[in-house]
């Protein structure tokens, strides 16, 4: 990038982050009792597909595979499936009557797949005449709302902008799952444009709403795959497709007690994905199990790659580990984050790795924020254009939610404000217009990527380390900005009920050995413990 150019985006970025200030604090005060099922969804899910064979199903079959997927992985669901024992009917059945029972407290759906129970029959008839997909046939699974799925399901981003909008071609990944037997149970919600409308708070859109937690309605959800992690964690899902563009995988799935993986940029095909960042946006799997995400990156990934049959309950006996503690403490100090440093410092001794305390803080990280608004004018405005939105840039977006903004905006839209006004300064200086800034976003974009790999690569190099740790999303900005691959396990759960997650970063091309290392800390640990929901 010219300097004159960078310069002027550190200026933004000053006064960013200035503007901020306020909007941070009031997403970290979302723990509090406010939460959005008290709010009209503009558009209600629709049972009417299943209302017969939801009154058909023996309640107290229901509870039995109730039971059944909350304690087992994919495997086990596959091996009963091809005993007769159960079927992909029942599965789905099961899972639609959760959906029902707990999904209007919940807020993790936008919308049921009309077609699913039709799916997961077909499913069982080709097991019948001994015609297996894949790893995943007859198996439910949610994507989030920003991956394209065709009419009559609807792709909206949570906005109400898109709230009709069919794409004329699944998404690349919707296509894998299918080939691999799945059945589309329907579309998970997600903060609303990925998280670019609003930072009061994370997991909500207009459309269904406030996510809600399902271990404590006061706790955060995070974003913005939250609806791929509360259904998960509520077993109103076997497992869920999200996305992440810096900490939208790992930062819900920690907050509600699962396991999800940002794999490396480009490992997962982002064809039919609404895009934010689009050289680093990636979809990744979000699970109850760290065999149960390495299944489900088998299948979404563009390598075809076995990543399970590489688990291995010893994986991390003698590896060098480097805990980010300094960088963690760095960014909250309280008493909980000592907890769970705690928590992964004992875990880590257990599956018998070799831990090196670094006082790393990445001071001098690039910073993505610019890139983020660029991305949101470019990319996503970009997909408005296409998908025949009567929008054409972020500043008509912005006025258009403020027509009817107690329908479209009614918790504000802090991120689009400031957004506009950063692009308006960068217009300022540059002399470019709205829509006219593809060659800096794109030199920003992949300066900040360079950066941040570099700070990573030194980092991996200096303290001859093979994976790096950290908590929940504390280092998302450089992981998911250099493109390197990371998992999150749950840690359990604090004084207060609240889950967290052990985050493990791995080097880029590495994902089989990370979700090794991520297998033997969760074997080792068995610290999940599920939400009181899922056994109802």
Known sequence: MKSDKLCFLKAVIFSAVVVLSGPQTACKRAGREDVGSDQARLRDLDFSPFEDDLAEIDPGRLAEITILIRDAELPEIQEKMAAGELNSVELTLCLLDRIRRHDEYLRSYLELNPHALDEAREADRRR???????????????????????????????AEI???????????????????????????????????????????????????????????????????????????????VGTETSGSLISPASSNGVVA????????????????????????????????????????????????????????????????RAGILARDDSGA???????????LGLAGAVRLDLDETFDEKPELLPVIFLGLSEDTVGYLVKAGAPVRTLSELQAYNLAEAGRRIPRGQNMIDLGVRVLSAIGETT????????????????????????????????????????????????????GYPAITVPLGLNGDGAPNGITLIGKPGEEAKLLAYAYAFEQATHYRAGPEIASE
């Open 431 to 482: 002399g470019l217009r709205e829509g006219e800034f593809a060659p800096l976003y794109e030199e920003a974009a992949l300066s900040v990527r360079e950066g941040a790999a570099a700070l990573l690569a030194r980092v991996f190099s200096e303290n001859k380390v093979d994976v790096l740790i950290s908590l929940a999303n504390t280092h998302s900005d450089l992981y998911a900005s250099g």
């Open 128 to 158: 019948e005449e001994g015609q297996i997909s894949g790893s995943l046939h007859g198996i439910p699974v949610s994507v989030k709302d920003n991956i394209a799925t065709v009419a009559p399901m609807h792709t909206t981003v949570g």
């Open 261 to 324: 993986m940002k794999p490396g940029f480009g490992l997962v095909s982002g064809e039919g994905v609404v895009p934010l960042i689009r050289f680093q946006d990636s979809a990744g799997p979000v699970a109850r199990s760290v065999k149960d995400a390495a299944l489900l990156l088998t299948v979404i990934s563009e390598e075809g790659k076995d990543y399970a049959a590489g688990l291995e309950a010893g994986a991390l006996n003698g590896v060098a580990v480097g805990v980010l």
């Open 337 to 347: 984050t000592e907890f769970w440093l705690a928590r992964i410092g004992e875990g």
């Open 162 to 240: 898109l709230l009709d909008h069919s794409p004329a071609a699944d998404a690349m990944v919707v296509r894998k799952l299918r080939e691999a037997g799945a059945v589309i149970l329907g579309k998970a919600s997600l903060s609303e444009l990925a998280g670019s409308l609003t930072t009061e708070p994370p997991g909500y859109n207009a459309i269904s709403g406030m996510g809600v937690n399902p271990y404590r309605s006061g706790l955060p959800v995070s974003g913005s795959s939250s609806g791929s992690a509360i259904a998960t964690s509520a077993l109103l899902t076997m497992v869920s």
